[in-house]
């Protein structure tokens, strides 16, 4: 069947794109395999009760601005559902739990009354164009890296520790299509 023999040059040309084409894959492969172990040292994670937080994070602020946004992932492995009600953060005079909506194509934000439901065997994610926690009344900038320790409470699952990661200030956050170009006051 094969006419390598005859042709020899054709056949070390299918070889040497079959070893590209592996040597891509294997390539695809190892950035896929750096993306994933990069992506865990960079995840962190609570648990209360049956309610998983997956990475909560915050931006870094501008010198000078009063408020930040705290986003963060719900998880319910319970057959019951939880709900958010309040949070807390050391380096805010409150924290709010807001969502953000599009109304007559301006963004517009307000306190989510009675908090967030958190569905049995479902989750809700809170991020930049969404639902997220405000942090009024800053004490201080936050700084990209650092750690900011608050709580959250839930209806059934109670009060939880949990600490904020401090991203860049142009975060987006990894799974989001929203956006969250508002301005915030005083925080030019
Ligand atoms: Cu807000």
Known sequence: ????????????????RMYLEEALAALAFAMFLLTLSA????AHEFKAGAIEIDH?????TPAGASVGAGYLV???GGTTPDRLVSATA????????????MKDGVM???PVAGGIAVPAQGSVALKPGS?????????????QGAMVNGTLTFE???TVSVQFKVESIAAQGSDDGGHDHMTMPSGK
Not at 4 to 13: T, V
Not at 39 to 42: E, G, K, P, R
Not at 56 to 60: C, V
Not at 90 to 101: F, P
């Open 1 to 16: 069947m094969l006419n390598s023999l005859r042709f020899p040059g054709a056949f070390s040309r299918i070889c040497r």
């Open 39 to 42: 992506q865990a040292l960079m």
């Open 56 to 60: 909560p994070w915050t931006r870094a």
């Open 74 to 76: 719900l998880k319910n």
């Open 90 to 101: 050391e380096v805010a005079q409150k924290v709010e739990i807001h969502e953000m909506s």
């Open 108 to 110: 517009t934000m307000r």
């Open 131 to 143: 639902y997220h926690l405000m942090l009024m009344g800053l004490k201080q900038p936050l700084k």
């Open 156 to 158: 059934k699952a109670g």
